[in-house]
C-alpha cells in the first residue's frame, strides 16, 4: 500500500478545536534564500522557516532514520505518514494537525520502534507533531517527504537529512 492508498482509508477527520501547538524547535542554519526554483537547498529553507531543524547527513553518523511526509489530497485536506525507511509496511498516518501525544503515539505503534532504542524518540514525536502543524498552516506545500529524518541519542533530538517537496495545488 503507498502513502496514497494509506491517506485515503483515513477514518473520515471529525471537525472540532484544534489541537495544542508543539512548542518550538529550534530553526536550522539556512543555506539559501527560497526564491521559486525548487532544489534540496530551497525545500531546507522553507523547512527552515517552520522551524523544523534540518542538516548534513555528517551531522548524524550512523542515527537509525525515520520516513515522514505530508500528502495532500484535491479537497486540502492533509495527513501525515511516519513509517520505516526499509520497510514500507510500516507506518501510520493521521490527518493535520495534531498534538504531541499522536505524534508520540504514531512513532510508538511502528514495527521499527524497537530500533529506536536509546534514541529521542520523544523529540521524534514533537517532530511528527511539529510537521502537522506544518501541513496544516503551509498549504502551499502539495508534497513534502523527508526521506530521512535522523534520530540522534536522548536529549539530543532529530533533524531532516534528506527532504523534497512539491509546491502549489496538488
Known sequence: MDDRELVSALAA???GPLPPRPGFLPPMTLGS???G???DADVKQVIGVFGIPSGEPAAVGDAPGIRMA?????????A????AIDDASDKAADWVPFDEKRGRAMVEGL???????????????HAASY???????????????????AVL?????????????????V
Not at 501525515?80 to 513509517?83: F, W
Not at 530500533?115 to 514525536?125: I, P
Not at 541519542?153 to 495545488?169: D, L, N, S, Y
Open 80 to 83: 501525515v505518514v511516519v513509517g
Open 33 to 35: 534564500s527560497f526564491v
Open 111 to 125: 514495527r521499527c520502534h524497537a530500533s529506536l532504542k536509546g534514541r529521542d524518540v520523544e523529540a521524534l514525536g
Open 131 to 149: 510537521l502537522s502543524w506544518f501541513a496544516h498552516e503551509a498549504s502551499f506545500v502539495a508534497t513534502l517527504e523527508a526521506e530521512r529524518v
Open 153 to 169: 541519542e536522548m536529549g539530543k533530538g532529530c533533524m531532516v537529512v534528506t527532504a523534497k517537496a512539491r509546491f502549489g495545488p
Open 37 to 39: 526554483e525548487i532544489n
Open 13 to 15: 477527520r471529525v471537525e
Open 70 to 78: 505530508i500528502h495532500r489530497l484535491p479537497s486540502g485536506a492533509a
